[in-house]
Nanobody
Framework: QVQLVETGGGLVQAGGSLRLSCAASGRTFSSYTIAWFRQGPGKEREFVASISRSGSSTYYADSVKGRFTISRDNAKNTVYLQMNSLKPEDTAVYYC???????????????????WGQGTQVTVSS
């Protein structure tokens, strides 16, 4: 497993932006497909975005497509989630997760991810 730590959450007004970071330990970061998930109050955890090992492929949930951008810098062992045009319904704890499985153009099952960060809170006010 790889250890993951999310940072960058906070309070922002609707229409604003935040950039989340997911920093990984070790030197095998490029071996993992990385995804962002989120869980709002009283809701199930849901998929947000994923990125392939090289960063050449990405996939987004319909709810964030066009507003969020996932990227990675394997030299820095870091994945980013740029969040623009934030809405109150984006309020959630955001988690990054790592999987040794192959990237697919679909919403992945959370059970396929081996490692999870502790989460970072994003709150969007109206």
């Amino acid at each position: 497993q790889v250890q993951l730590v999310e940072t960058g959450g906070g309070l922002v007004q609707a229409g604003g932006s935040l950039r989340l970071s997911c920093a990984a330990s070790g030197r095998t970061f490029s071996s993992y497909t990385i995804a962002w998930f989120r869980q709002g109050p009283g809701k199930e955890r849901e998929f947000v975005a994923s990125i392939s090992r090289s960063g050449s492929s990405t996939y987004y949930a319909d709810s964030v497509k066009g507003r969020f951008t996932i990227s990675r810098d394997n030299a820095k062992n870091t994945v980013y989630l740029q969040m623009n045009s934030l809405k109150p319904e984006d309020t959630a704890v955001y988690y990054c997760a790592a999987s040794s499985g192959a990237f697919l153009y679909r919403s992945p099952d959370s059970v396929s991810f081996d490692s999870w960060g502790q989460g970072t809170q994003v709150t969007v006010s109206s």
